[in-house]
């Protein structure tokens, strides 16, 4: 990584009480990146961010965000934006005056924090709602309205912990591309907290999976995957008549390490690999030899089997 | 990025109570709680009003035992009502999760404190107000109109304030709400219990001293020494000394329990 680096988290600790949260957390955050923070309930990364936030102080270990330490967190606080994952509204104030309130609470003047709070409403497709009384919003609309105050300030680190809890579809597809957006252009470094690995897997630059307070695994999500020592299966579906032929090319194939004819669905084959293993390795032979092939799905290489994989989650047990 | 002023040598921003305040007093006013404290006041005071004018017309209560009551209810009222919303203001935005998007703004924790205790306070001018008409009216008889506005204003207003910032500090500390509000309810109760005493234990040493040394007793007492037993001013001085310092310890304790704002909660 050659970006400057905007949160370095070295050794940090957690402890609420004797229960320790967090033991021993270590990695960094660049300029512009996305990071994701993954594991299951209980894992720690609501206290992570929570202590990179300075809302608790660590037990052990140290961290500066945006080049503060956090023992400076008057300073900390200047330059993140963060949506808590549990996240309150007060129901009587307008998204605006919301907007303009924590605007103020940066150093902002009142006109300045309004207009920048019109902008982010309506890049978050909320500008026709911006006088309407947060009691009156759906819990998506306030998840959108929350990503706007932790935007109001510019922040140099955006700290996310289930942004997109509460939306919709499109509108989580739309609150990525505008954070991707936000971080390439803007160069604003995201700590991104989801337990929706699909749209982690699409926007993280890079990830760490935390497991019983200690990360498990961290880097992009190739590497976290690969990381996870899986073998990849990969169900095929070729031309009918082709099976016979396509079994052959594919036991010829040295990375294959097993294969199954599915009798129930006609034309289906199931292939084992082992890990790390290119698809189209094992898809060249039957193009070469003209076989056609109808589909392909690729089980074990997604970040959502290794996560399961190492965070040793009911689905790798079964 | 963005020049922030007022800020302090910890990188905190200073000077923003007033954006807190203004926060605090549209959710206060706004919202359905202030109005509702108003409301049930208004009607209380409709109807004890009516009671002691009746009374007093057939001289079965004396007119000035009558403007006491009103005062005394005033005080009473006010400093409940004031201090239950203060109990509400941190404990109840941790309940409601609004309070860690306050944690982790740049403003100090000392103007998050300063700004809420001013808009919980505003509970009480409200009250004030409301009970000015009604105050006039019945002491307009006995003529002791100034006498029952400058008890209800100064006695009450320094009662007030000492139990909001109390209300404030229990909030502050108090990882529920209901916690808190319990707490506060129950800590105005004991620190009223003294006005209860009978005259004759209230007479002796010990009862003077219970009542004199606690703010709330102190300033029910007062009105009831000014308005109903016309006693002087100068004579009842030292029934405002445990409001005052009350105020002002009291503030300051909550301002200092500042530095302690956690968010506390589950992990």
Redesign the interface.
């Known amino acids: 990584m050659t970006a400057a680096l905007t949160v370095e988290c070295r050794d940090l600790s957690v402890n609420?009480g004797r229960?320790r949260?967090v033991d021993g957390v270590s990695f960094s955050v660049g300029t512009g990146e996305i990071f994701g923070l993954l594991g299951p309930n209980?894992a720690?990364k609501?206290?992570v961010i929570?202590a990179l936030?300075?809302?608790?102080d660590p037990s052990g270990g140290d961290a500066t965000v945006a080049g503060?330490p956090l023992s400076?967190p008057?300073?900390v606080?200047?330059?993140?934006g963060?949506l808590?994952e549990?996240?309150?509204?007060?129901?009587?104030?307008t998204a605006l005056?919301y907007l303009r309130?924590?605007g103020?609470?940066?150093?902002?003047p009142a006109p300045e924090a309004s207009s920048r709070g019109e902008a982010l409403l309506d890049q978050l497709g909320l500008g026709p709602n911006g006088n309407e009384r947060i009691g009156t919003f759906s819990r998506g609309m306030r998840q959108r309205l929350?990503i706007c105050?932790a935007l109001i300030?510019?922040p140099?680190v955006l700290f996310l912990d289930e942004p997109t809890l509460g939306l919709d579809p499109a509108g989580q597809q739309e609150t990525l591309t505008f954070l991707g957006r936000a971080a390439s252009e803007e160069g604003m470094s995201v700590v991104l907290c989801s337990h929706l690995l699909d749209e982690v897997e699409r926007v993280c630059d890079r990830i760490a999976i935390m497991d019983g307070g200690g990360i498990v695994a961290d880097g992009t999500v190739d590497e976290v995957v690969e990381s996870a020592g899986m073998g990849a299966t990969t169900r095929l579906r070729v031309e009918q008549g082709a099976v016979a032929e396509a079994v052959v090319k594919l036991q010829a194939c040295p990375e294959v390490t097993h294969l199954d004819i599915d009798a129930g669905c006609v034309g289906e084959i199931e292939v084992e690999t082992a890990s790390g293993l290119d698809t189209n390795e094992i898809l060249r032979p039957l193009l070469d030899a003209n076989i056609g092939i109808r589909s392909v799905d690729v089980q074990g290489a997604r970040l959502s089997d290794a996560f399961f994989a190492l965070t040793g989650s009911p689905k790798k047990s079964s | 990025m963005t020049t922030l002023p007022n800020s302090g040598s910890d990188g905190s921003l200073h000077g923003l109570w007033r954006a807190i305040a203004s926060q605090e007093l549209r959710e206060l006013w706004f919202s359905a709680k202030g109005l509702a404290v108003l409301f049930g006041y208004t009607l209380l005071m409709s109807v004890m009003s009516y009671i002691a004018a009746s009374e007093a017309s057939l001289n079965l209560l004396d007119a000035r035992e009558s403007v006491g009551i009103i005062v005394r209810v005033t005080i009473a009222f006010g400093t409940l009502a004031a201090m239950v919303v203060s109990a509400d203001v941190i404990s109840g935005e941790r309940e409601r999760g609004t309070l860690e998007a306050l944690l982790v703004t740049p403003v100090s924790r000392r103007d998050i404190v300063i700004g809420k205790l001013l808009a919980a306070s505003t509970i009480w001018v409200a009250v004030v107000v409301v009970s000015v008409p009604y105050v006039l009216v019945l002491a307009r008889g006995p003529g002791v109109m100034a006498d029952a506005l400058l008890v209800t204003v100064i006695a009450g207003s320094l009662v007030a304030a000492a139990l909001t910032a109390l209300g404030l500090a229990i909030s502050a500390i108090s990882f529920s709400n209901r916690v808190s509000l319990a707490t506060s309810f129950a800590v105005l109760l004991l620190l009223a219990a003294p006005s209860q005493l009978p005259a004759v234990t209230a007479s002796g040493v010990l009862g003077s001293i219970l009542i004199k040394a606690n703010p709330v007793s102190a300033g029910l007492s007062l009105a009831n020494a000014v308005l109903v037993d016309q006693k002087s001013w100068g004579s009842q001085w030292q029934l405002l000394i445990s409001p005052s310092v009350g105020a002002v310890i009291l503030t300051l304790v909550a301002i200092a329990l500042s530095r302690r704002l956690e968010l506390g909660g589950a992990r």
């Not at chain 1, 936030?53 to 608790?56: S, Y």
């Not at chain 1, 549990?86 to 104030?93: E, V």
């Not at chain 1, 103020?104 to 902002?108: A, C, D, K, M």
């Open positions: 609420y229960v949260a209980a720690g609501t206290s929570r936030t300075t809302v608790i503060e400076r008057e300073r606080r200047r330059y993140i963060v808590p549990s996240n309150g509204y007060p129901s009587s104030s005056s309130f924590y103020q609470l940066f150093g902002l929350g105050r300030n510019r140099t």
